[in-house]
């Protein structure tokens, strides 16, 4: 038994690079994660390359260990997370954070996880406001699992409608992008609307 990937084999390489791609990308946003996902799920419907409940157990891990990380880093590191939660805003910015995630913390985790762009930041303010682990975690795994099955839904539908690959994939990945552009500006219209950071 070796070690070595083998490179001619598709889930050998498949899977380490979904698992860690999705991890990176959970703790600095560098990497599509979503379009990882879909794409990752576009070739487990049309090749026998890869697996669905693998691509969505891996997903799930990488952005669990991910997110966690970055939780990590800010309850551990507070004080920097304190100054950036509060930056330019003052002390009741950060009682206000306090309150939310006090109130409807696990719900904050699920909808920053879903969210474009919004988890880092929910993760920092929690992690700053010291949100308890116990709590964290379930609401993390729930958040994390919602995610990849939202994502890999994107690949199941652009693998169902066409059999080649690289065209499912490519789907999926403009579909993910759609997905990203409308969230975004659903989240900007609800910002500008309740007046957000105001």
Not at 39 to 52: E, N, Q, R, V, Y
Not at 70 to 77: E, P, V
Request: charged content about 10%; aromatic content about 6%.
């Amino acid at each position: 038994m070796t070690l070595a990937l083998d490179w001619s084999d598709t889930s050998s390489i498949g899977y380490p690079t979904l698992f860690l791609g999705v991890l990176i990308g959970s703790i600095v946003p560098v990497v599509p994660t979503g379009a990882l996902v879909g794409g990752a799920a576009a070739i487990a419907m049309t090749t026998p390359h890869l697996s669905l409940p693998l691509v969505l157990l891996l997903a799930t891990l990488g952005a669990g260990i991910g997110d966690v990380a970055t939780f990590a880093a800010a309850r551990l590191g507070s004080t920097a997370a304190v100054r950036w939660l509060s930056r330019g805003q003052g002390a009741e910015r950060l009682a206000s954070a306090r309150v939310r995630f006090e109130r409807r913390g696990w719900q904050l985790i699920v909808i920053g996880r879903l969210v474009p762009a919004g988890r880092i930041p929910v993760l920092l303010a929690a992690g700053a406001v010291s949100y308890p682990w116990r709590r964290l975690l379930p609401a993390t795994l729930v958040a994390c699992v919602l995610w990849a099955v939202a994502y890999a839904l994107l690949g199941v539908l652009s693998g169902g409608i066409f059999d080649s690959p690289l065209v499912a994939t490519a789907l999926a990945a403009v579909l993910v992008l759609l997905v990203t552009v409308v969230l975004n500006l659903v989240a900007k219209r609800r910002r500008a609307k309740t007046g957000v950071g105001k």
